[in-house]
């Protein structure tokens, strides 16, 4: 088991920056892929960015490509997703966690992953 814990959300004005951070402890971090989702009340769970377990694999959401920047170093068991140019939109609680699986390339979805993290509510505002 992969134990997360997601830091470094906040409240920033449109346009502006934050580094998330997501800190694992136990399992095997480094042959798993990571993913970020992000979730605003009421709806569900979207998709931001993965890294593959390697770091050499990155995949985004639409609404985050050009803007978000997901990147790992496997050495510290950290993965962290650079946010700039923010919007609004871009509200929610957002989540890391650690693919259910070893050395799979990348995931997309919820149930390709486990070991969720509690969460950082990063908040733009406009």
């Known amino acids: 088991q992969v134990h997360v814990e997601e830091s470094g959300g906040g409240l920033v004005q449109a346009g502006g920056s934050l580094r998330l951070s997501c800190a694992a402890s136990?399992?095997?971090?480094?042959?798993?892929?990571m993913g970020w989702f992000r979730q605003v009340p009421g709806q569900g769970r979207e998709f931001v960015a993965a890294?593959?377990?390697?770091?050499?694999?990155?995949d985004y959401a639409d609404s985050a490509k050009g803007r978000f920047r997901v990147s790992r170093d496997n050495a510290k068991n950290t993965v962290y997703l650079q946010m700039d140019s923010l919007k609004p939109e871009d509200t929610a609680v957002y989540y890391c966690?650690?693919?259910?699986?070893?050395?799979?390339?990348?995931?997309?979805?919820?149930?390709?992953?486990?070991?969720w993290g509690q969460g950082t509510q990063v908040t733009v505002s406009s």
């Open positions: 890294v593959g377990w390697s770091g050499d694999f990155t």
């Open positions: 136990g399992g095997t971090f480094s042959s798993r892929t």
């Open positions: 966690a650690a693919d259910r699986l070893t050395y799979r390339a990348i995931a997309y979805l919820q149930q390709e992953y486990n070991n």
